[in-house]
């Protein structure tokens, strides 16, 4: 509910409780835009009654009580604080790092209100207000999140509405290597003894090609040296192929993908096949990217390589596997950056 709720109507042992559900609400992950448009609450009554768990804890909370101590931070600070760790990186602040830590949070609050406050105590606090650390995604700087925006809203529903018309099949594709010397995934050892995973100590990539449709298709090629536009023609016969009408293949602006070569077999083929490509520096766009971290973290990425064969045999064994597992592969397509492309 967007409507503001009248809290003057409720009773004391009431507003108690609504204010504590807000507060676990909050504390429980829920964002604060989602609670207070749910609950019917302001920005800054919410923010108080945080101030105030903060400052006495539950008791705090009590409608009927006044007085007691003045919090450090009251419900203005902890909203300036809220905004600035999800609105803000550090960079636009001018500091001279890319993540928000407990030590560059307090350096903040340091500067902005004149408060000192421990690591542990800017933990808790971020903790009350519903953040939590988490590995960050990255994102090109050069992205364009206008032309991201366009992609999903106008663009990919344009090309999906034209494939229907035409009975064409929609595919992304990309391009991917993997290391003899990759590992993911953990193992059991003592504590305080790190393990040691034995490899051959060569280094050599096995590469591979792959599109995936989002009803669980997909159509992959190995290959030797670096991809070029010969290699890349001989991928998209294959495609079409193993196609019963027209291709669409969605792909990122590679050089290759977009050479006089393929322009030239694309239009030999009388319209059966036709590129688009994603926005620029956003692989995260593209499905096939789960593909790639699929094959390695649940297959290669947990073998002992013996040789370039071994490896090579590996990664087309993965891929032959991943192919019969089409819930998988729609799978990827009910990833966060990618669920746009479930139409």
């Known amino acids: 509910m967007d409507k503001k709720r009248d809290l003057r109507r409720l009773k004391h042992a009431e507003l108690t409780t609504f204010r504590e559900q807000a507060v676990r609400q909050v504390q429980s992950g829920i964002s604060v835009g989602a609670v207070r448009k749910g609950m019917g609450v302001s920005r800054s009554a919410l923010f108080g009654w945080l101030a105030r768990y ?22 203005d600070k902890l909203k300036w604080i809220y905004a600035t760790v999800v609105d803000k990186d ?21 500067k902005h209100f004149g408060i000192k ?23 090109a700087y050069q992205q364009d ?28 594709g ?4 993997i290391r003899s010397d ?15 995973v ?47 009408g027209p291709v669409f293949l969605i792909l990122d602006g590679h050089p290759v993908h977009r050479s006089k070569h393929i ?24 499905p096939v990217e789960q593909t790639w971290n699929y094959t390695k973290r649940h297959n290669i990425g947990k073998r002992t390589i013996k040789g370039p064969d071994h490896l090579k045999k590996l990664a087309l064994g993965a891929l032959r596997k991943l192919q019969k597992l089409p819930d998988v592969i729609r799978g990827f397509f009910h990833h966060p950056e990618c669920a746009y492309a479930v139409i």
């Open 54 to 75: 903060r400052n006495g804890g539950w008791d705090a909370l009590g409608a009927g009580k006044r007085g007691g101590r003045k919090p450090k931070l009251d419900g």
């Open 90 to 110: 550090p960079g636009q602040l001018k500091l001279p790092f890319a993540l928000w830590t407990t030590v560059l949070v307090a350096e903040v609050i340091r």
């Open 117 to 139: 406050l421990s690591r542990w105590s800017v933990m808790r606090l971020l903790r009350q207000l519903g953040l939590s650390p988490q590995k960050p995604l990255q994102r």
């Open 145 to 172: 999140s206008d032309a991201v925006a366009r992609w999903k809203d106008e663009v990919y529903p344009q090309i999906v509405a034209e494939a229907k018309k035409v009975g064409a099949t929609v595919y992304f």
């Open 174 to 177: 990309d391009e991917s290597s």
């Open 182 to 196: 990759y590992h993911t995934g953990t193992t059991w050892a003592p504590k305080g003894k790190t393990p040691v």
């Open 198 to 244: 034995k490899t051959t100590g060569a280094r050599f990539s096995v590469h591979m090609i792959a599109a995936i449709t989002a009803r669980g298709a997909m159509r992959f090629m190995l290959y030797k040296g670096t991809m070029d536009a010969v290699l890349f023609q001989e991928f998209l016969s294959r495609l079409l192929k193993d196609s019963d």
């Open 263 to 286: 322009r030239e077999f694309v239009e030999s083929t009388g319209g059966k096949l036709r590129l688009f490509f994603l926005p620029g520096y956003s692989p995260e766009l593209n």
